[in-house]
């Protein structure tokens, strides 16, 4: 009896550590899109980190760019192709098991980068080339999902994808720093990714198109295009037709009196006896 409930319970723990390693397991990372060309088929063998640092010598800590900054890194390819350390067996130092003379891969539409996830905390960085075209302190954070996207606009015909992430986890009362590293050879032209400009931006863009439109001068304005100058002239009035008057006319000249005097007249005796009156 003591020893059956002394085997399940062994059995029990057992299962129990297997279901907590299995998760640890499955949270290392590899590069899923541009697609990398593996040196090796093993699964377990691709996922795993090439280098636990803190079996190394190094003095690790949480906050991995105030160490690299103290050490006169400059990033971190500087660190990880340049800092003394063993990688695993069988594995390249400056690119894992991945083969960067493989069969190039078309640069991905969309300018597409695709992962399993950054699923421990550490910083990253992508590079074509010698040109950093992405990065993080800390890429859990800055890149949650398996989805983002990278500038190839550097790549001109033929390139490598140089892709570092160390992951950060606090194990057995210290800080496991773990080294992944992958290249990939691409080949093609990549698109600058494109950016909506702002509008304060010195650049063309439908903002500041509305805001030219806006700021052009109105019709009441002096200045401004000949089409608004066109809209505001005023025609001038047309005289209006006169008729001609006779030279021998009668001319009448008004008189503050009772009533108006008419000259050029032929004078008869009657005017000149209503004048008497």
Same mark, same amino acid.
């Given at each position: 009896?003591?020893?059956?409930?002394?085997?399940?319970?062994?059995?029990?723990?057992?299962?129990?550590?297997?279901?907590?390693?299995?998760?640890?397991?499955?949270?290392?990372?590899?590069?899923?899109?541009?697609?990398?060309?593996?040196?090796?088929?093993?699964?377990?063998?691709?996922?795993?980190?090439?280098?636990?640092?803190?079996?190394?010598?190094?003095?690790?800590?949480?906050?991995?760019?105030?160490?690299?900054?103290?050490?006169?890194?400059?990033?971190?390819?500087?660190?990880?192709?340049?800092?003394?350390?063993?990688?695993?067996?069988?594995?390249?130092?400056?690119?894992?098991?991945?083969?960067?003379?493989?069969?190039?891969?078309?640069?991905?539409?969309?300018?597409?980068?695709?992962?399993?996830?950054?699923?421990?905390?550490?910083?990253?960085?992508?590079?074509?080339?010698?040109?950093?075209?992405?990065?993080?302190?800390?890429?859990?954070?800055?890149?949650?999902?398996?989805?983002?996207?990278?500038?190839?606009?550097?790549?001109?015909?033929?390139?490598?994808?140089?892709?570092?992430?160390?992951?950060?986890?606090?194990?057995?009362?210290?800080?496991?720093?773990?080294?992944?590293?992958?290249?990939?050879?691409?080949?093609?032209?990549?698109?600058?990714?494109?950016?909506?400009?702002?509008?304060?931006?010195?650049?063309?863009?439908?903002?500041?198109?509305?805001?030219? &439109? !806006?700021? $052009? *001068? +109105?019709?009441?304005?002096?200045?401004?295009? @000949? %089409?608004?100058?066109?809209? =505001? &002239? !005023?025609? $001038? *009035? +047309?005289?209006?037709?006169?008729?001609?008057? @006779? %030279?021998?006319?009668?001319? =009448?000249?008004?008189?503050?009196?009772?009533?108006?005097?008419?000259?050029?007249? @032929?004078?008869?005796?009657?005017?000149?006896?209503?004048?008497?009156?």
């Amino acid at each position: 009896m003591v020893y059956s409930v002394t085997q399940t319970l062994v059995v029990a723990s057992a299962l129990s550590s297997m279901a907590m390693l299995a998760p640890i397991a499955d949270a290392h990372q590899i590069v899923l899109l541009p697609e990398p060309q593996w040196t090796t088929s093993d699964k377990e063998t691709k996922y795993n980190p090439l280098a636990f640092l803190e079996n190394q010598g190094f003095a690790t800590q949480e906050d991995f760019a105030s160490w690299r900054d103290k050490n006169g890194y400059k990033s971190l390819r500087d660190f990880m192709d340049k800092a003394k350390y063993t990688v695993t067996s069988g594995a390249d130092f400056s690119c894992g098991f991945t083969d960067p003379k493989g069969t190039p891969q078309p640069i991905p539409a969309g300018n597409a980068m695709r992962s399993t996830g950054y699923t421990h905390d550490g910083p990253c960085e992508v590079w074509l080339d010698d040109t950093k075209v992405l990065e993080g302190d800390n890429c859990h954070d800055k890149f949650p999902g398996k989805d983002y996207t990278v500038d190839y606009s550097s790549c001109k015909g033929t390139c490598t994808l140089r892709w570092y992430w160390l992951g950060i986890r606090f194990l057995k009362n210290q800080y496991s720093w773990q080294v992944y590293k992958e290249c990939i050879p691409l080949s093609g032209s990549g698109e600058k990714t494109q950016s909506t400009p702002s509008t304060e931006s010195g650049g063309s863009g439908t903002k500041q198109e509305s805001k030219r &439109t !806006t700021d $052009a *001068p +109105t019709t009441s304005s002096s200045f401004g295009s @000949p %089409a608004a100058q066109t809209s =505001t &002239t !005023t025609a $001038a *009035p +047309t005289p209006a037709a006169q008729t001609p008057i @006779p %030279a021998n006319a009668p001319t =009448t000249k008004v008189f503050p009196g009772p009533g108006p005097i008419t000259f050029g007249t @032929p004078i008869t005796w009657e005017s000149q006896h209503n004048l008497r009156k």
